[in-house]
């Protein structure tokens, strides 16, 4: 089964802090998301990348940066963390830049700023 | 551009009664579609999915879902639910190379 691995299950940060949120997935997929997951929102794209060094804003990306230096690691930055990125991080994966397969997810990153 | 409505915020049932979820879509090419389920404390996992053939698609745990191209939709279905369903569900629709997902449908069912 493929395995995506977020490192941290519960966050707290200040506000103004940068804060790294990690993902790490075991097979050697093409793709890979950020997600914030808020209540009656549903799920949002934040940034996704295809490749290695490559990433592709999705349909929230102000106040978020991303990392690829690794196929199997991408890495979602706040550079200045706010109240309201407060919210349920979920980091995602897919073989192919097709959405025939789905996605498979982590368990979740809670991200609270105070 | 793609999008999800989900038709319902919070649906109560009683143990053994039959659940519709509804799911609508919009976007202009050949779609591929998801159910998710997310139960308390646990991560998002693929319920079915459709992206071509048989527009009624059989999940895991005895869900099903009808794809209707002419209404762009994609309903969820359980002929008869347990205590052990209540979770939270979405739908999602994939397009553009990413999947989008609905508000989610919070499905609270009572022994």
């Known amino acids: 089964d493929v395995k995506v691995t977020q490192s941290s299950r519960y966050l707290v940060k200040r506000t103004g802090e940068k804060v790294f949120l990690e993902c790490v997935q075991d097979m050697d997929h093409e793709n890979m998301f950020w997600y914030r997951q808020d209540p009656g929102l549903g799920l949002r794209l934040i940034y996704f990348?295809?490749?290695?060094?490559?990433?592709e804003k999705g349909d929230i990306p102000e106040g978020y940066s991303v990392s690829r230096e690794k196929k199997e690691r991408f890495s979602l930055i706040l550079e200045s963390a706010s109240t309201n990125q407060t919210s349920m991080y979920l980091c995602a994966s897919s073989p192919t830049p097709t959405t025939n397969y789905g996605y498979t997810f982590g368990s979740g990153t809670r991200l609270t700023v105070v | 551009a793609q999008s999800v409505s989900q038709h319902n915020h919070h649906v109560i049932l009683s143990e053994a009664a039959s659940l519709e979820l509804g799911c609508n879509y919009s976007?202009?090419?050949?779609?591929?579609l998801f159910w998710y389920v997310q139960y308390p404390g646990q991560h998002l996992q693929l319920l079915l999915k459709y992206f071509s053939g048989d527009p009624l698609v059989k999940g895991i745990k005895g869900f099903e879902a009808e794809f209707i191209k002419s209404k762009f939709s994609f309903n969820l279905r359980k002929p008869s639910v347990q205590w052990s369903d209540t979770a939270e569900y979405f739908c999602?629709?994939?397009?553009?190379?990413?999947?989008?997902f609905g508000a989610g449908t919070t499905v609270t069912v009572r022994a």
């Open positions: 999602a629709v994939g397009g553009d190379y990413k999947l989008s």
């Open positions: 976007y202009g090419g050949t779609v591929n």
């Open positions: 990348s295809y490749d290695v060094k490559m990433k």
